[in-house]
């Protein structure tokens, strides 16, 4: 079973409700948020090892969160993923993201989840090692 702790903000009760039922099944345990303090909230208080970040959430959005949790000294090694349905991958948008460490595409893709969210845990883990 995969093991880690990770923070969704995602306000859409179906992507948000998909990305919980893979992940815990994959034995990740799952916190929810789905606003800007919310969001600040937990993960201050739960130390996920990955935050898995809606970009388009109303109020705060996601890359203001992401700002927000690196300025912060208790959250700042959180390693931040976008996930969105824009298209991240373009020299404007760089800027944008550059609070995260990549991004996963929407609609949410099971298998392209499981696989990122793996791939992104251990990339972490390397570097603390
Ligand atoms: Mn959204």
């Not at 303090?37 to 109020?59: C, F, I, K, T, Y």
């Not at 696989?115 to 972490?124: D, E, K, N, R, W």
């Amino acid at each position: 079973m995969a093991e880690g702790r990770i923070l969704i903000v995602e306000d859409d009760p179906k992507a948000l409700q998909l990305m919980t039922d893979v992940l815990q099944h994959a034995g990740y345990t799952v916190i929810h948020a789905t606003e800007g303090s919310e969001a600040l909230e937990a993960a201050r208080g739960n130390h996920p090892d990955l935050v898995l970040m809606d970009v388009q959430l109303p109020g705060m959005d996601g890359l203001e969160i992401a700002r927000r949790l690196k300025e912060d000294p208790t959250t700042a090694k959180i390693r931040i993923v976008a996930v969105t349905s824009m298209d991240l991958s373009g020299e404007q948008t760089e800027a944008m993201v550059k609070d995260c460490v990549g991004y996963i595409p929407k609609p949410i893709s099971p298998r392209t989840l499981i696989g990122l969210v793996a791939a992104f845990l251990a990339a972490g883990r390397r570097r603390k090692a």
